[in-house]
Structure formats: C-alpha cells, structure tokens
C-alpha cells in the first residue's frame, strides 16, 4: 500500500473546494479535481458542518496597524500615554495596556504589536450552550417536545428578557445540534 503524504490546501484551493460543495458537487467528484479521496475533503468541511466558515476579520473597535504605528512614534518621542490617547482618539487606558502587553515602552513594535493581537483573538471560542448547563438542559427539555430551534429562541427571549445569558439564537442551536468540533457543544 501507498501512502501519500499530507497535502495542504492553499487558500485558493480551499475557496475552490468551499464553492463547489456550495454548488452540490459531491466529495468525490471534488476529491478527484485535486487527485484526493474524499475523506480528504470530507475531513475539510466536517469541523462546520459543511458551513462555510466566516471569513476572519478585525473588529471595528481593535487598534489598527496605523494606530500601533502612531503608538510606537509616541512612544519614541517620549509622549506620555494619555497624549497618545488624544491623537487617536483612544482611551489612555487602552494605550497603556497595548504598551504593556506588548514588550513596555523599551520594547514595543508596531508591526510586531499587530500579529500579536491577530493571533492572540484567533482561538475557538466555546459555545454559549456548553458553557451554561441550565440553558442547555432547557434547549434540550424543548427539543424532545419537538419544538424548533427557532420556537425555542423566541421562547427563552420571551421568558427571559433583558437576560442574555438566557438566551440563545436558533443559528446556535443548529451548530450545536449539527456541527461537532472545536466550540465544545
């Protein structure tokens, strides 16, 4: 027996098999357009359920990469935290912890600032219904009713309101219900 060793899809391979099996191609016909079984592609779209994961994005309320580099000409010229603050319209607070998680004012670096809090807000958040027993047992109670994601959602914002940890929304229950993987549910 042959083994293959292990390929790594680029990102234009992965958007292509992603577009495909939102087109209805079948695994093994996608396997074959790359010369791989489909276990191989059915191992790439398991994890979401076949859902095409969002593309990553930054907040809107994350310092830029313009605002690091303002941080780190500040912190040349000597400013203090709360003059930096003003010129970018920030919170000195938030300076000064960007500042100190990121090397102190001996060491900070933009550039280097910025990968840092790129990867450090990639990680697998786990699943608001693995994280509170009460609410899953709930969701749980009202599914064997036969109850839809969706009833359900409207019910706990109804009998909850203005409690978010009580609620849940029905896209949530769906993956959790469908989708194993690195959220915990």
Not at 138 to 151: G, I, N, R
Not at 171 to 179: C, W
Request: glycine share 8%; hydrophobic share 35%; proline share 5%.
């Amino acid at each position: 027996m042959t083994y293959r060793t292990r390929i790594k899809y680029t990102a234009k391979n992965r958007f292509e098999i992603w577009e495909r099996w939102k087109k209805g191609e079948s695994l093994k016909d996608i396997g074959r357009l790359f010369d791989r079984p489909s276990s191989s592609i059915f191992n790439m779209l398991a994890p979401t359920g076949g859902i095409r994961p969002p593309k990553r994005r930054r907040s809107r309320l994350a310092l830029s990469l313009c605002e690091r580099e303002e941080i780190s000409r500040g912190v040349v010229a000597q400013l203090s935290f709360r003059t930096i603050a003003i010129q970018l319209g920030r919170s000195p607070s938030t300076i000064s912890r960007e500042i100190k998680r990121n090397g102190g004012s001996a060491d900070y670096r933009a550039t280097q600032a910025d990968q840092t809090a790129w990867d450090r807000a990639h990680r697998p958040k786990p699943c608001k219904l693995a994280g509170n027993r009460m609410l899953s047992r709930t969701v749980a109670a009202k599914l064997q009713l036969e109850w839809s994601p969706e009833q359900i959602a409207g019910w706990l914002k109804a009998a909850y309101p203005g409690d978010e940890r009580n609620q849940v929304s029905h896209e949530t229950i769906y993956r959790s219900l469908f989708v194993t993987g690195p959220r915990g549910a």
